[in-house]
């Protein structure tokens, strides 16, 4: 039998702190790459009126 060989319980330490590790790496990208993907300013909501105050836009005027 080979149990008495290598280096016993080290085996099994490193390949669940090995796993713990992937398993932190897989959440840490997708949370970073779903927080990477939205905007990170909101849209400003006072711009319409701004464009209405300025004469831009219209009664007249086409909206395409």
Sequence with gaps: MMW???WGAGNW???SFMMLLFWILVVGFVVWSVRGHRTATPPDATRPRQTLDKG????????S
Aim: aromatic fraction near 0%; glycine fraction near 14%.
């Design 56 to 63: 831009e836009l219209g009664r007249d005027s086409k909206l």
């Design 4 to 6: 008495h060989d290598g």
């Design 13 to 15: 330490l490193l390949m």
